[in-house]
T-cell receptor, first 114, second 117 residues
């Protein structure tokens, strides 16, 4: 089954404790992206990657890191989480290049930073 | 930069009735793609319908259809014969067609749809 697998589904952590949210896709997609969803703000892009070792900032990258060492994996790293990073996070993947493909989304990670 | 606006934070519809969710967008591009995504309480993002800007014909998927008005930059979603399972947050989204760094989906703020039995 074509899917984006994102873990964990729920995570509660304390301020300053480094964490990683994993994301993996099995569709051989070149393009992968992280979004955060906040009430009244919709989904905003954090980082994206167009291929292995090619990443770039989205609209709200502060406080986040990513890496793309393999095509299928695109982890999101919070080196020193703060309460304002409490949010719902989505990983997504897509075909790259011209065309209007929609995204395939992971099931989301609800992160709470206390 | 492109923007997407959903002016209805919440909507309600009676079961079996029809409801229309509004979406407007701003862009200087002539070609682009528009989407409606559904997010039920399970949080999963589900693609409902997709419209290509160069196609004048409105997209339709079973009970879901769109009213695409390119000149007005409007892209509304009509849900016919509403069912309890249609209750969800609905997001409108825009995407440039050129790929690369413009692959980003730009989302509106969402409309929460309640379906009353």
């Amino acid at each position: 089954e074509a899917q984006v697998t994102q873990n964990p589904r729920y995570l509660i952590t304390v301020t300053g404790k480094k964490l990683t949210v994993t994301c993996s896709q099995n569709m051989n997609h070149e393009y992968m992206s992280w979004y955060r969803q906040d009430p009244g703000l919709g989904l905003r892009q954090i980082y994206y990657s167009m291929n292995v070792e090619v990443t770039d900032k989205g609209d709200v990258p502060e406080g986040y890191k990513v890496s793309r060492k393999e095509k299928r994996n695109f982890p999101l790293i919070l080196e020193s989480p703060s309460p304002n990073q409490t949010s719902l996070y989505f990983c997504a993947s897509s075909q790259n290049g011209q065309g209007g493909w929609g995204y395939t989304f992971g099931s989301g990670t609800r992160l709470t930073v206390v | 930069a492109q923007t997407v606006t959903q002016s209805q934070p919440e909507m309600s519809v009676q079961e079996a009735e029809t409801v229309t969710l509004s979406c407007t967008y701003d862009t200087s591009e002539s070609d682009y793609y528009l989407f409606w995504y559904k997010q039920p309480p399970s949080r999963q993002m589900i693609l409902v319908i997709r419209q290509e800007a160069y196609k004048q014909q409105n997209a339709t998927e079973n009970r879901f259809s769109v009213n695409f008005q390119k000149a007005a930059k409007s892209f509304s979603l009509k849900i016919s014969d509403s069912q309890l399972g249609d209750a969800a947050m609905y997001f409108c989204a825009y995407r440039s067609p050129y790929g690369g760094a413009t692959n980003k989906l730009i989302f509106g703020t969402g409309t929460l749809l309640a379906v009353q039995p």
